[in-house]
């Protein structure tokens, strides 16, 4: 896509899943990627080991792709305030300025938001919301400093619109991730600062696999999906390279779900109120 190769990007959560499909294609796009990753957290599924391994098996499909790109890892948790910073600063020493920020790390914990503790829902909105604003401000600041246009993308999720029962956390967060959004691509789209999102609705990735695997669950899922399938992560990745690139050039402060529909409510295809 017009405007990506040679240009470099952080994609956060980049082991696996979604963020995974994003740093590859950006890779087939000829953009030099570090994929930001951190050991298990918790509430998390994967190991700190299949953590890693998903890393560098990206990593790897990267460097194999005809496009002249690099790849490399950077860990760090994004909640941190302070390994931001230094995450930013390795990235540049060994990629050179970032052209572009995909804020894709994020965690859900799952319990009846009655009994949810609030420890775990500090843990979702400091990783999904917080480190969020960390990174953009710090990429935000970068470009700021060297007067040059970029780009942030935030991975949010049909959830910034659709409640989420028993996930209140992720819910918030998501919803946050909305205004973080519209908020800074109005304040910086004078100085050539574009900040858009996508909302992935269901999509096919490791952490989803409970579903996928069970027919009569999938059935359950599909049922309210449009189109009458989930996603894929390299469809989210491809709405991803296009807001990055050129031809996206006039559009900021959108999120784009691409979600076969769901946020259509399929519950209300048919007629449900008197005429």
């Known amino acids: 896509m017009e405007g990506l ?12 899943g979604i963020g995974q499909a994003i740093a590859i294609r950006l890779g087939h796009e000829g953009v030099d990627v570090a ?26 499909e990267i460097n194999e792709c005809r496009a002249p790109s690099r790849a490399v890892l950077v860990e760090a948790d994004v909640a941190d305030e302070s390994a931001v910073a230094r995450m930013f600063a390795e990235v540049r020493s060994e990629l050179g300025d ?8 994020g965690i859900q914990i799952a319990q009846d938001s009655d009994l949810l503790d609030a420890e775990a829902f500090d843990r979702v909105l400091a990783v999904n919301l917080r480190g969020a604003f960390l990174c ?12 040059r246009p970029g780009g942030i993308l935030n991975v949010s999720s049909v959830h910034q619109l659709i409640p989420k029962p028993k996930f209140l956390g992720y819910s918030v967060s998501k919803g946050g991730m909305q205004n973080l959004t519209r908020t800074l691509a109005l304040e910086y789209a004078g ?14 990735t ?10 009569a669950k999938s059935d359950l899922v ?20 296009f807001l990055l690139s050129d031809g996206a050039g006039y559009i900021t402060g959108q999120t784009i779900f691409v979600d076969g529909g769901l946020t259509l409510f399929a519950d209300f295809r048919g007629t449900w109120s008197s005429e």
Not at 5 to 16: D, F, H, P, R
Not at 222 to 241: F, K, L, N, V
């Open 136 to 147: 953009a401000r710090q990429q935000i600041r970068q470009l700021l400093e060297l007067d």
């Open 222 to 241: 599909t049922a309210h999906i449009p189109i009458g399938r989930a996603g894929t992560a390299e469809e989210m990745a491809a709405t991803t390279a």
């Open 35 to 60: 994929i930001n990753y951190v050991g298990q957290p918790e509430g998390a599924v994967a190991t700190s080991e299949a953590i890693e391994a998903g890393v560098h098996a990206c990593i790897a």
């Open 5 to 16: 190769e040679g240009k470099t990007a952080i994609v956060t959560g980049g082991s696996s």
């Open 191 to 204: 100085r050539g600062i574009r900040v858009n999102g996508i909302g992935p609705g269901a999509t096919v």
């Open 206 to 215: 490791p952490i989803n696999r409970a579903w996928i695997d069970d027919p």
């Open 98 to 105: 970032i052209d572009f920020l995909i804020n894709n790390a």
